[in-house]
């Protein structure tokens, strides 16, 4: 009788620590989806650039005194001499105060997510509350949150320049590199998925999957199509690519987009690398970012109706329309985006629409989860 009392405190035991991990992991999940919209913030209202220098300790407060604004603001004015210049971002101290916020508080809320992660971490660790697998796991979750933060840093140098405008680069950079500013979203991405799909491992170690392989593959394609629309999406916001056609749904003034899109003046690198200047490249990545939304559409739909005719345990049915509403919600989300795109998408409408980009990310992956066979 004892030892069946001290097995039955031992799964007890384990399910409160499983239970307390499943909790961290989800407010981690949810840190990180946090982290992602003020970076969208950031990026949509032209913070980036406004911090130079990488501090890791130092740059953990904003300046304190009206001499070290001052001092921050000549800096800016210095290596972000495109933006300042060209774009009248940041004219005086007072703008400048504005976009050194969002810029200071996307790295502040990084250093929290470090102590918040790191702290219970060691403590979990010495409670023995982890298995070997999850361990794994949680050394690829900081791996990852690593390479986020370095490429943030590389990104942001892209943007900079340093000395006189006539000895600045010869591309006409205003903002970062659009193109290191979608490798730091992929591994932002990365690292949201993957921490989720950690906590799923934790929360449902074990639940019965249907014997669907078909569908599992297919919702898999899905979700490579919807990670490269979400990498497409941060192109559109990257290089300013809405203002090139803000109309929905007919194509107005069509043939005007089509010579944009196939105008061979413009057919050359030079071009796409300086996109600032070109309009080529932002017509094809726009048109190529509203057709992948449409495929994901048709590709949704045809998962949710084949899900809807089988045979599935309840989670995987709630699973199924999460995602079938989060889409509804996302396409209307972009189609108020693009209609009320000026010089740049609406900052509420822009962070909503990448949030529930991800949101509806995490709910394919979920239905991933529930269709994949367990071997853990």
Known sequence: MKEQTGYLNDIEAQNK???IIANWLLVGFVLVLGQIMIGGITRLTDSGLSITEWEVVKGTFPPLTEKSWEIAF???KAAAIHQHNYRGVAEN???FKKIYFWEWFHRFWARAMGFIFIIPFFYFLSKKYFSKRIVTRLAIVVLLAAMAAVMGWIMVLSGLQKGDL???SEVIRTRVSAFKLIIHLVIATALLGYLWWTYLIVKHPEVPSPDLPKVHRYSWWITCVLVLQILLGGLVAGTKAGTVHPHFPVFVNGNRLVKQL?????MAVDNFVNYEVSTLPKAWIQVSHRFTAYLLVI???????KLRKAEIPRKLRIGNYMLITMLIIQFALGVLTIINYQSGAPLVLGVLHQAVALILFSALLYVNYFLEEKTY
């Not at 196939?262 to 413009?266: L, P, Q, S, T």
């Not at 590709?299 to 109706?305: D, G, P, T």
Request: overall charge positive; proline content about 0%; hydrophobic content about 45%.
């Open 17 to 19: 620590g499983r239970r």
């Open 74 to 76: 000549e800096k800016y």
């Open 93 to 95: 101290l007072s703008e």
């Open 166 to 168: 006539e000895a600045a």
């Open 262 to 266: 196939f105008y061979k003046k413009e």
């Open 299 to 305: 590709m949704i739909l045809v998962l949710f109706i």
